[in-house]
Each structure stands twice: as C-alpha cells, then as structure tokens.
C-alpha cells in the first residue's frame, strides 16, 4: 500500500463537517466536564480561523447499538442514535454558554429538544457564523454515524470532513502491531477495500459519490483540528478514487 502515500495536495477548507465521537464526551462518566471543554477548546480554536463549521456527534459513550446485550438490534439502534441526541443537547448547552449561536437538528423527530435536519437552514446558520450540531444518526438502525457524517457533509456541501479519532491515522494493520505503517493518504476504494475498520463499507460509498475528502486524525491532541484546516499535513487524508 506504499504507493498510496503520495499525497495529493491537501485544501485549506472553508466549509467543515466534524464528527466527533462519543467517546469525546466522556467514557465512566457519560458526559465528563473536562472532555466536554476539550470539545470546546477545539471548537474556539477552528472558529478564530473563520471556518464554517458542523458537527455530527457520535453516541458510543452512552450506548452502542450492535453492543447491546439485553436489546435486540433495532432498539439498541433506536437508544444509540437517542444517545446522540443526548451529547448533542449537552454540546449545545456549552456553546450557548459561550454566546456561540447554534442549531441543533436531528435525524430523529424530537421536537421539544432538536430541529429536525434541514440543509438549507443549516447552511444559512453556518453563513451567518454559528455552528451546526447534527444528531441523531441518519434515523435509521444498521447505520453509523461515519454514514450520517458523510450525508450531512453532501447535503451541506462541506469541502471536507473531519474524523476526529484516538489514532494518528490509518495504519496498514493495527497500530499496535509490529510493522503498521502508516498511510498519509488512501483513496476511498482502498480504504473499503483493505477492510481496515476506520470507516464502514455504508460510509465510505457516500463518500465516494459526493466526492468529498475526509481527514482521519488524532482530535486528542491538543491543537491537531485547527491544523488539519490550515491544511497542514497531518493524520490520513482519504479523497475520492481518481
Ligand atoms: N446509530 C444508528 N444509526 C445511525 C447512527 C447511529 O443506529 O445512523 C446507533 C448505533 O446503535 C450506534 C449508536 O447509534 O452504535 C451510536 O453511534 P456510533 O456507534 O456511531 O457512535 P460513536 O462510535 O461515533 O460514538
């Protein structure tokens, strides 16, 4: 896989899609206040760049679907994307805090708490300086959250999408295995292809029909999101087959 890492020429983007796992909201502790201000550091740090910004938020630290022992798949999907609306409110919440405007849309109808998804108002919001939170999956059960990423990144025509991780990218085996190596860049086809797990087969082929680019990268280390959209060469960038 070694003739993947040539690089094509990464874009400083202007219009991002993020998304941001559960596990960045907390992990004992569901919603842990120091992940939530590590979330917003970052947040403060792309907004000082000018960059309009989404988010898709992931639910895993507060239930994973397919996990379920005492669920059957459909309702453990259904309490997963319920839980993504759960990090979604709290993000939200804190932004306010923060005097930042946002708007809050879910896949799943949920008035009282969320808008449901609408593209253009969230393209206007997101013109107008706010941020977007997109939650609740694509509403459907079988999917993940890389496939809602990558719906909401066509429907607000992102330039790219931000995997945010705990690994420093995509490696050609598990990092922990002797001899991994790491991949500065791979197409969409490889990424499916090699079956390494970064991203299911569902999302991956979004991407390839909206031809957007993603950057996998390390968003635990301090500083590394607002790097990658100053275009700066860090994590795997996957683009479009060509
Ligand atoms: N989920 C779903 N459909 C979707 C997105 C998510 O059913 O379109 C459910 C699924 O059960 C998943 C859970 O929501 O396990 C939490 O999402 P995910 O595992 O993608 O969260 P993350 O790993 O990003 O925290």
């Not at 890492?5 to 998304?19: D, F």
């Not at 999917?143 to 429907?155: I, K, M, P, Q, V």
């Not at 979004?206 to 680019?213: A, N, Q, S």
């Amino acid at each position: 896989m070694n003739s993947v890492n040539n690089s094509p020429t990464r874009i400083a983007p202007s219009r991002v899609l993020i998304k941001i796992s559960g596990a960045g909201f907390g992990g004992t502790d569901p919603l842990e206040p120091d992940a939530i201000n590590y979330i917003l550091k970052q947040i403060e740090g792309i907004r000082s760049q000018d960059k309009e910004v989404a988010l898709v938020v992931g639910g895993g630290n507060i239930i994973r679907g397919g996990e379920q022992e005492l669920l059957d798949r459909t309702a453990g999907d259904l309490a997963g994307m319920v839980a993504t609306i759960i990090n979604g409110i709290a993000l939200k919440d804190q932004l306010q805090t923060l005097n930042i405007p946002v708007l809050l849309q879910s896949a799943l109808p949920i008035d009282r708490v969320s808008d449901p998804i609408d593209p253009s108002r969230a393209v206007s919001h997101l013109r107008d300086g706010g941020i977007v939170i997109f939650t609740g999956g694509t509403g459907n059960p079988y999917f993940t959250n890389d496939s809602a990423a990558a719906l909401r990144a066509g429907e607000i025509n992102a330039d790219l999408i931000l995997k945010g991780t705990n690994v420093s990218g995509v490696y050609t085996d598990d990092p922990s295995e002797e001899g991994a190596e790491f991949l500065r860049s791979i197409t969409y086809e490889k990424l499916a292809e090699h079956e390494l797990g970064i991203i299911d087969l569902a999302a991956a082929n979004i991407c390839r029909e909206t031809e957007i680019p993603m950057v996998i990268y390390d968003f635990f280390r301090d500083g590394s999101t607002a790097e990658v959209l100053k275009g700066k060469e860090i994590g795997t960038y996957v683009y479009p087959d060509e």
